[in-house]
Every structure is written in C-alpha cells, then in structure tokens.
C-alpha cells in the first residue's frame, strides 16, 4: 500500500531564516506531488504540484519554491522566511488519471510553521 | 464565482444527523469529494461521487449531488462525538493531460457534536 511521509511535523523558525520541508512518497512511481497551504482560518490553498522529476509548477507567486530531485521526494523550500509565511503545510499525492478515471489526493499529516 | 463555498460551522446533538452542503462551480466537474480534517492532522479522503451519480451511501455517509443546482451535500447519520472535524467539500477541475486536473477547495465547514 501506498503512503505518504512529511517532516518536521512541526518548526519554529525566525524571521529570515532558511526553510526545508521534505515529503516522500512509498508504494507508487510517478505520481503527482502537491504542497498545500492551509493558514488559519481559510482553507487550502495549492502552492506547487509536480507531475515529474525536475517539473514543478508555482500556482501562487511567493517566498516559497519546490523541487522535485527524485520521482517521490517532494521538497518545499525558502531562502529567507517571512512571518506571513507561518501556517499548516501538506504534502499530497495521487496518480496519473484521465478524465473518467478518478484518483483521489492523498495527503501527509502535515507540518505546522511558525515563523517568530 | 470561483471559489467552492461551505458554511463554517455546523453543531448537532450526539445522535443527530448532521448535514453539510456545499456549492462549486464548474458545471464539468468530473469528480466531488468530501474530506475531513481532525485537529493537528492532514485531510483524510471521506468519499467522493462520480459526476453522473445522484447519490452515494456508505455506511452512515450519504452524499447528494444537484448538478442543476451545483450542489453536493454530505450527511453523517448517528453522528458521533468523534465525528468532531473540519470537512471539505472538493471539486476537480481542469481538462486533459496527466498532471492538469487540480482539486479545488472548499473552505471547510467544522463541525462540533456536542455530548
């Protein structure tokens, strides 16, 4: 079976320091990976998703960025955080479908930020 | 609109039905989901409906679907105190090609259940 591992499962990290969030993925090859932000209050909002090694799409432009180093590791990163920057962080996965072919998202528990 | 609308919250009384409806938007959704969040975790996937379904059970979930109306909507029978979460609603979007289809996000409608 497949499963979905994301670390730290929480951070504390000040103001314009470096960020590294790392997601893996067990059990499949070739998924599509997602980061997600949810911040309190408003639901989720998609950051990147990839749907390969080396391919990562930005849906939101930001402090954030993504890499992609291998087909299950999923990485989130910042050079220089900012406070607006803290909030609940999930990894997601799921499988290449097409349109009548349904695969749902799989999601990591997640990895609370708080930026000081 | 674009986005997918919830209400926020919800209580019901232990044993009670809980009801949570949801409105999206894309008229060519394919696929609806429901997901539910207890506090601290990631989403966890409840059910979903195919696009030409009215209705889906599965236990005590029972979900509905209005296409007319874009409506979705997710009952709870016998709700449970563990039942206490933040559900989304969810809706896929997009067209062709491995990759493109995005879920797009409700809001979330927290749920309590009061003992």
């Known amino acids: 079976s497949q499963t979905i591992h994301q670390w730290p499962a929480t951070l504390v990290q000040p103001v314009g320091s470096p960020l590294s969030l790392e997601c893996t993925v067990e059990?499949?090859?070739?998924?599509?990976l997602y980061w997600y932000r949810q911040a309190a209050g408003r639901g989720l909002q998609l950051l990147f998703y990839?749907?390969?090694?080396?391919?990562i799409s930005s849906e939101v432009p930001q402090n954030l960025s993504a890499s992609r180093p291998q087909d299950r590791q999923f990485i989130l990163s910042s050079k220089k955080l900012l406070l607006s920057d803290s909030g609940f962080y999930l990894c997601?996965?799921?499988?290449?479908?097409?349109?009548?072919?349904?695969?749902?998202?799989?999601f990591g528990n997640g990895t609370r930020l708080t930026v000081t | 609109g674009e986005d997918v609308e919830q209400s926020l919250f919800l209580s019901v009384r232990e044993g009670d039905s809980s009801v949570i409806n949801c409105t999206y938007t894309d008229s060519s959704s394919t696929y609806l989901y429901w997901y539910k969040q207890e506090p601290g975790a990631g989403l966890q996937l409840l059910t979903y409906i195919f696009s030409n379904m009215d209705m889906k059970q599965d236990q005590r979930l029972t979900v509905l679907l209005n296409k007319k109306d874009k409506h979705l909507s997710l009952r709870i029978a016998d709700t449970q105190t563990g039942d206490s979460a933040i559900y989304f609603c969810?809706?896929?979007?997009?067209?062709?090609?491995?990759?493109?289809?995005?879920?797009?996000f409700g809001k979330g409608t927290k749920l309590s259940v009061i003992p």
């Open positions: 969810a809706e896929r979007r997009g067209s062709s090609g491995a990759g493109s289809y995005q879920l797009t």
């Open positions: 059990g499949t090859s070739n998924p599509n």
């Open positions: 997601a996965w799921r499988a290449k479908e097409g349109r009548f072919y349904n695969s749902p998202l799989h």
């Open positions: 990839s749907v390969g090694i080396g391919q």
